[in-house]
């Protein structure tokens, strides 16, 4: 079983609505919860980062971290044909080393 | 801007050849990473390394080395490029900052072994 699960997708919506992405994980030990977004042709890029529980907001993305059920979302309000891309969900512990456990990444098209 | 910047976009190599993949980064940041990217498995870590001169294995280390002599350069070395070492690699530096979680990635170099 992989540490992180993510559905590869993929995944297509129209413009305007709203997306949600989601993990699942095994090791109870992570603490640190990232959502990464990958462009065609390039690196990922750090989206948003939550700490333990809870819900925290950026614009039109929320991201959500639910420790009880091992599970993390991330939501995306309002979608627009520019947030088309990879989106990997990525977690660390708080020992290990500093070792981040990515996502295979799922990938969202947004259709204008 | 900060930057991680890989020597290559796309590589092309033969079987049993020797390839060096080359990262730099300007940010002064101590720890670097090697990941390789496959569909439906993710980023996987190859090495990793806290300090000039140090470094440890990831998960998937085999066939690979590494080498880091100055604090701004990490390179990837194929002793021997096998076919199925074709992948997307990528190269990240982040800060030891034990609560940053922020690692800036290179655009990443797509290596063919043909």
């Known amino acids: 079983q992989k540490e992180v699960e993510q559905d590869p997708g993929p995944l297509s919506v129209p413009e305007g609505a709203i997306v949600s992405l989601n993990c699942t994980y095994s090791?109870?030990?992570?603490?640190?919860f990232m959502w990464y977004r990958q462009y065609s042709r390039k690196g990922p890029e750090l989206l948003m980062y939550?700490?333990?529980?809870g819900n925290k907001e950026d614009g039109r993305f929320t991201a959500q971290v639910d420790k009880s059920s091992k599970y993390i979302s991330l939501f995306i309000r309002d979608s627009q044909p520019s947030d088309s891309a990879t989106y990997l969900c990525a977690m660390r512990a708080n020992t290990g080393g500093f070792k981040t456990i990515f996502g295979a990444g799922t990938r969202l098209f947004v259709k204008a | 801007d900060v930057k991680v910047t890989q020597s290559s976009r796309y590589l092309v190599k033969r079987t049993g050849e020797k390839v060096f993949l080359e990262c730099v980064q300007d940010?002064?940041?101590?720890?670097m990473f090697w990941y390789r990217q496959d569909p439906g498995l993710g980023l996987r870590l190859i090495y990793f390394s806290y300090d000039v001169k140090m470094k440890e294995k990831g998960d998937i280390p085999e066939g690979y080395s590494v080498s880091r002599e100055k604090k701004e350069r990490f390179s990837l070395i194929l002793e021997s490029a096998s076919t199925n070492q074709t992948s997307m690699y990528l190269c990240a530096s982040s800060s030891p900052s034990f609560k940053n979680t922020e690692a800036f990635f290179g655009q990443g170099t797509r290596l063919t072994v043909v």
């Open positions: 939550t700490y333990s529980s």
């Open positions: 940010m002064d940041h101590e720890n």
């Open positions: 090791n109870s030990a992570f603490q640190y």
